[in-house]
Each structure stands twice: as structure tokens, then as C-alpha cells.
């Protein structure tokens, strides 16, 4: 069988995405040109800014960033891929599970169901309590947003940013590079069982950089799964997919639906 004839067989299928999935929508992805990490007059490294660390020493520098990039996702409209997705998984029922890298809830504003949506990275529209009093995330009022990334907080937004449960500090709702993936706030142990357990993962517009989508990958394949990636850049996942009987389909993620059908 080739790769388009299992797929068509697969009855599980999980969809993996990352920031490619966004660009058509004008979201930035991270590591693509313009990618680096800016604050004030500095240029920070990811590695730096996106951090506990950093937050815990500097918030009023870690969240205008935050802001900044929230307003751009706000004023960004789902694309294509985003609303293929939202009907493939309307059309399979429990049969797709989408897991998303992106914290620019575009999935979930293209209709993709919330249940099996899972935000392994957040979503830039909530917070959560900086001191974990719960591990709730709670939406961002309208107008925390800012108009730049040098932009600063003014007092009424300062006062949104607060937990509402105890009133202590709020903090965005993503994973920040110094913290480890966990259930509760992130899907890690529905996205390695729901990886285990598929026929076919489909993995769209990622670069392969963090370790929950790289150990998806290869749980997937350990278990016979179908893999593909979709990606116009080659990415450790097409390697892996061509390794294993499965596809490098070299593109953008609007070939989903054309020449990857879900
Ligand atoms: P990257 O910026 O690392 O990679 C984007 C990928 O999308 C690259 O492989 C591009 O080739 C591909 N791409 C670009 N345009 C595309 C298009 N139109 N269609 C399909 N693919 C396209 O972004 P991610 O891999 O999503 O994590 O980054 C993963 C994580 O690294 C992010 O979620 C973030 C970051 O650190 C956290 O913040 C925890």
C-alpha cells in the first residue's frame, strides 16, 4: 500500500501543527526570517526572554512581548489549513485529534473542537496564576493587548493581568523554556497516548525543535503508524517519514486537502 492508501484507511489520525500552519494568516513563525526576540532596546534570545526566569525577574518586559504578539494573532484571521482542519475533525468525530504547537488559538477560532484540540504550548488569550494557586486558565479581557513590542503596560492593563482567584500576580498561559510539559496544563499524556494509538500522524509546518512533537513521532512509528510531514524546508520529521514507509510531502500546509486528504 502507498502512503495515500493508508492514509484513506487510517481510522485515527492525529494532526500535529506548528507556526507554518499560521504563516498564511500573517503570524510570524519563530525560527523563520525576522524570527528573533526583541524587548525595549534589546534583543533577547528566546532562550532568555521565554523563560520563568525571565518573567520572575523582568515581567514588565516578558509580558508587553506577550501582548504585542497577542494583538497580531488577534488581528489575523484562520486560514485555509486552520478551517480544512476545523471540518476534517467535525467530519471524523473522535477519530482526529489535533495538537497544535501554536499558542495563536487560530484553530479554535477556525472551529476546531476544543475537546480534541489540545494547546501543548498555550494560548497567548489566557492567563494563569504565576504563583500556580490553580493550575485554571482564565481568557484575557479584550484589551490586553499592545500596539508594539517595546509598548509598555499602562495601569488598566497591569490590572488585568492579575489571577482572579487570588488576586496575586498573573502569568501568560504558555510553556516557557526553563518548564516541562505536564497534563494539566498541557496535554502532554493525551498527546503521547493519542500518538501511540493512531494509525497515521500528520505533521504539518513544524520545525522539529522541541521534544513533545519529536517523541509523538517516533512513538507513532514504533507503532506501525503512517507518518507524513508537510513542510516546503525538509525537517527531522521528513527524514523519520521517509525512513518509515511514509512521506516527506514537500509544500506548503495548504496542500492539505489537495494532495493530503483528511
Ligand atoms: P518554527 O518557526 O521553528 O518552524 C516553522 C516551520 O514551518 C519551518 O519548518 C518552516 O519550514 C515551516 N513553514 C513555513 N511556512 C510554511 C507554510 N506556509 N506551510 C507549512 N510550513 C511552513 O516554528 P515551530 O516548529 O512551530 O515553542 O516552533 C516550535 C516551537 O518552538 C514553538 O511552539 C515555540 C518555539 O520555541 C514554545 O514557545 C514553547
Partial sequence: MDWQERLAEAQRV??????????????????????YWRAGS???????????????????VVWPWYLWRRGVCRRSEPNATHRYLADAATRRGAGLTLVTQNVDGLHLRAGSPPERTWEIHGNLDFLRCAAECTAARYPLHDDAVLPSQDARLTPAIARRLRCPRCGGPGRPHVLWFDESYDEARYRWSSSVAAAEG??????????????????????????????????PERSPFASLAERSGGAWVQ????????????
Fill in 42 to 60: 534589546r534583543v533577547y534570545r528566546p532562550q532568555e526572554l521565554a523563560t520563568r526566569a525571565a518573567f520572575d525577574a523582568m515581567p514588565e
Fill in 14 to 35: 492525529v494532526v500535529l501543527t506548528g507556526a507554518g500552519v499560521s504563516a498564511a494568516s500573517g503570524v510570524p513563525t519563530f525560527r523563520g526570517e525576522g524570527g
Fill in 198 to 231: 493512531c494509525d497515521a500522524l500528520v505533521v504539518v509546518g513544524t520545525s522539529g525543535q522541541t521534544n513533545l512533537p519529536l517523541t509523538m513521532a517516533r512513538l507513532a512509528l514504533q507503532r506501525g503508524a503512517l507518518l507524513l510531514d508537510v513542510n
Fill in 251 to 262: 509544500g506548503k500546509a495548504d496542500v492539505l486537502g489537495h494532495r493530503v486528504s483528511l
